[in-house]
């Protein structure tokens, strides 16, 4: 199969959250030994840091390495959903992964996959393990799919494990209280393995030290350690905890005396994030009179952040292209959008998107007033006409709606 057949038959043949949700989720870490016992545990010969969260966690590994990157070491990152090319799961030092390492990996494994029932994303994390082991990165950032406990990543032994925050979002499988939650992504919490906590609440912070202590594990409070505040190209409001989040990540990293990084390859790292490692869709600036932002936030911490960053922004009137897939609580999401905005209705180009007329019709019961488009670009060119160069454009809801206008 060439590149294109390969990725075809992946999205086709295996259950993926991405587009499929809850039918493609595997509450099980069976496949993923099986498969990394199989590939040779390529997951064994790889230095990593761990990191999850609710939200937070993909500009935290984007940061991460890129400051290593600055710091001269080979820097493999994995992290997911992309946003256009499956590659972007997967990349060293910012480069995706080859279309030929994709193909070759597939092929060569694809009897083993269909015997075993592979899902989307075991598969892909063992392909990340392979490359990242047969490339001979020095360290490599892997980022949880979704939890921690059992997600298929949960078989590594990082140097360190980082969990964001936490926050409501795929409550249908990680519970629908914030203990439950913590206790999913605590999960990834090791034996003597340091562990950073870069927000907690009064629910989480005892989930968090019961595991710590139950793993022996050194646990550092992030929101608590850390008083700087270094510039980053990552702009929205919500990184400043993810920037305090990996200055004490790599602060611990120093201290264990197997990577040396410096105060200015911190800097130099958090100020070249995009560029270094090719992060999008974060509080990102496409278009100017009228000013155009899309961020991924998708879920109601994320929002809530994103929301009061827009009321910080000057305008005459605001539009916000909005869509959104269909297990989200519309219930709690929806009461966070400002009244005053012009909505642009749409559903993102996805099986698990929500139709664009249900979304409208549950905006309406809390006041939000626009109309249906047929698709997420036609939402986009309708709001983009209408604009005035002193209006503001917000473009979310989804990832999958940002990824269709980048």
Not at 16 to 39: C, E, F, I, P, V
Not at 81 to 94: A, C, Q, T, V
Not at 203 to 219: Q, R
Not at 350 to 357: M, Q, T
Request: some cysteine; proline content about 3%.
């Amino acid at each position: 199969m060439n590149y294109q057949e390969t990725i075809n038959w992946m999205f086709n043949q295996l259950p993926m959250y991405q587009l499929q949700g809850a039918s493609a989720y595997k509450k099980d870490l069976t496949n993923a030994y099986l498969l990394a016992d199989h590939l040779g545990n390529p997951e064994k010969n790889i230095k990593c840091i761990h990191v999850a969260g609710t939200n937070g966690k993909g500009s935290t590994s984007h940061m991460l390495a890129s400051i290593l990157q600055e710091a001269g070491y080979t820097v493999g990152l994995y992290t997911s959903p992309h946003l256009k090319d499956y590659r972007e799961r997967i990349k060293i030092n910012g480069n995706k992964i080859s279309e030929d390492f994709v193909c070759d990996f597939t092929n060569t494994n694809k009897v083993f996959f269909e015997a075993n029932d592979m899902s989307f994303f075991e598969m892909t994390v063992g392909l990340a393990f392979d490359y990242f082991a047969k490339e001979k990165v020095d360290i490599a950032i892997i980022e949880v799919g979704m939890g921690g406990r059992l997600d298929a990543t949960n078989i590594i032994s990082p140097l360190i494990s980082v969990i964001t925050n936490i926050g409501f979002d795929h409550t249908q499988f990680l519970g629908n209280t914030l203990e439950a939650i913590a206790f999913e992504k605590a999960g990834i919490i090791k034996p003597n393995i340091p562990v950073v906590i870069g927000e907690f609440t009064p629910e989480t912070k005892p989930v968090f030290l019961a595991k710590a202590k139950e793993n022996n594990s050194e646990i550092y409070f992030a929101s608590d350690l850390i008083q700087e505040n270094y510039i980053s190209d990552l702009i929205g409001d919500y990184q400043i905890h993810n920037k305090k989040t990996v200055l004490q990540t790599i602060a611990i990293l120093n201290s264990q005396k197997e990577f040396k990084i410096s105060d200015n390859q911190i800097k130099s790292g958090l100020l070249n994030v995009v560029k270094n490692t090719g992060l999008e869709g974060r509080w990102q600036q496409i278009g100017e009179s009228p000013k155009i932002i899309c961020d991924t936030a998708h879920n109601k911490n994320g929002l809530e952040i994103v929301m009061k960053q827009i009321q910080k922004e000057k305008y005459d009137t605001l539009h916000i292209v909005l869509g959104v897939v269909n297990d989200k609580d519309l219930d709690e999401i929806l009461p966070l959008f400002p009244k005053e905005a012009i909505y642009y209705f749409c559903k993102p180009n996805i099986p698990r998107g929500l139709d664009a007329r249900i979304l409208k019709e549950k905006a309406a019961t809390f006041g939000l007033r626009g109309e249906v488009y047929n698709s997420v670009s036609e939402s986009y060119k309708k709001a983009l006409q209408n604009a005035n160069k002193s209006d503001f454009i917000y473009v979310g809801g989804s990832t999958f709606v940002v990824a269709e206008i980048l």
